[in-house]
């Protein structure tokens, strides 16, 4: 695989609804990286596989991770607390993290021209896909405060789900990521930690912003 050189390789890792996807998007807008949601990668696998039960298996897969692109992944049926739910079992299989895997490390070092890098996030970014990345970040919040994220967004696109189902469903979700033998959620010890239970989203861009804005300095980049 040919690898670009001189760029900005950005990793997150995070538990469900912490807050990652809107503050590495906003991150990558900022420092124009191109960006990709890995969790969104599963959910879309979890979702043809509710959709396409009878065609679905590794080689279909295999069709579909080819001709994957970022705007397959804006779906907004893949937020669905059932996608989420199947998702982190699919996550599970060694077939499909290999297949997952591959795509995530060639978009993640071969960023187009016009870009300045790569920022991901997902659940092993920092130490599995980009373990080499000049900035790593694990953002978290507490659970109850992740459940009232992912259901007020839930809502807003009219689904008839009650509180209490996305704060069950969100611990599964943590007790499924934490745990399983592939690939588990953990921090690293070279990340910095950012909990956004009581942070906005520009305080939490802020603090991010600081960080990396340090590091480009001291290397002559900014």
Same mark, same amino acid.
């Given at each position: 695989?040919?690898?670009?050189?001189?760029?900005?390789?950005?990793?997150?890792?995070?538990?469900?609804?912490?807050?990652?996807?809107?503050? !590495?998007?906003?991150?990558? &807008?900022? %420092? *124009?990286?191109?960006? /990709? #949601?890995?969790?969104? =990668?599963?959910?879309? +696998?979890?979702?043809?596989?509710?959709?396409?039960?009878?065609?679905?298996?590794?080689?279909?897969?295999?069709?579909?991770?080819?001709?994957?692109?970022?705007?397959?992944?804006?779906?907004?049926?893949?937020?669905?607390?059932?996608?989420?739910?199947?998702?982190?079992?699919?996550?599970?299989?060694?077939?499909?993290?290999?297949?997952?895997?591959?795509?995530?490390?060639?978009? !993640?070092?071969?960023?187009? &021209?016009? %870009? *300045?890098?790569?920022? /991901? #996030?997902?659940?092993? =970014?920092?130490?599995? +896909?980009?373990?080499?990345?000049?900035?790593?970040?694990?953002?978290?919040?507490?659970?109850?405060?992740?459940?009232?994220?992912?259901?007020?967004?839930?809502?807003?696109?009219?689904?008839?789900?009650?509180?209490?189902?996305?704060?069950?469903?969100?611990?599964?979700?943590?007790?499924?990521?934490?745990?399983?033998?592939?690939?588990?959620?953990?921090?690293?010890?070279?990340?910095?930690?950012?909990?956004?239970?009581?942070?906005?989203?520009?305080?939490?861009?802020?603090?991010?912003?600081?960080?990396?804005?340090?590091?480009?300095?001291?290397?002559?980049?900014?």
């Amino acid at each position: 695989m040919k690898l670009r050189k001189n760029f900005i390789k950005i990793a997150i890792d995070s538990p469900a609804a912490a807050g990652a996807g809107t503050l !590495a998007k906003t991150v990558s &807008k900022h %420092y *124009n990286l191109i960006y /990709l #949601d890995t969790g969104k =990668i599963y959910r879309l +696998i979890a979702y043809l596989k509710l959709k396409f039960p009878k065609k679905f298996n590794l080689s279909f897969l295999k069709q579909q991770i080819k001709k994957l692109n970022t705007k397959n992944l804006e779906n907004k049926k893949l937020i669905s607390d059932k996608v989420g739910t199947e998702a982190s079992i699919i996550a599970k299989n060694k077939n499909i993290r290999k297949l997952v895997h591959n795509y995530q490390v060639n978009f !993640a070092y071969n960023p187009p &021209k016009k %870009y *300045n890098g790569t920022c /991901l #996030d997902g659940r092993d =970014i920092t130490y599995k +896909i980009v373990p080499d990345a000049e900035f790593k970040f694990f953002i978290t919040a507490n659970v109850k405060t992740r459940a009232i994220r992912r259901y007020k967004e839930l809502k807003s696109i009219k689904k008839n789900i009650s509180y209490t189902e996305v704060l069950k469903s969100i611990k599964k979700r943590d007790k499924n990521d934490y745990n399983r033998n592939i690939s588990p959620l953990k921090k690293t010890k070279d990340s910095v930690l950012i909990n956004t239970t009581n942070l906005s989203k520009r305080a939490c861009f802020l603090k991010i912003k600081k960080i990396i804005d340090r590091k480009l300095i001291v290397n002559g980049n900014l």
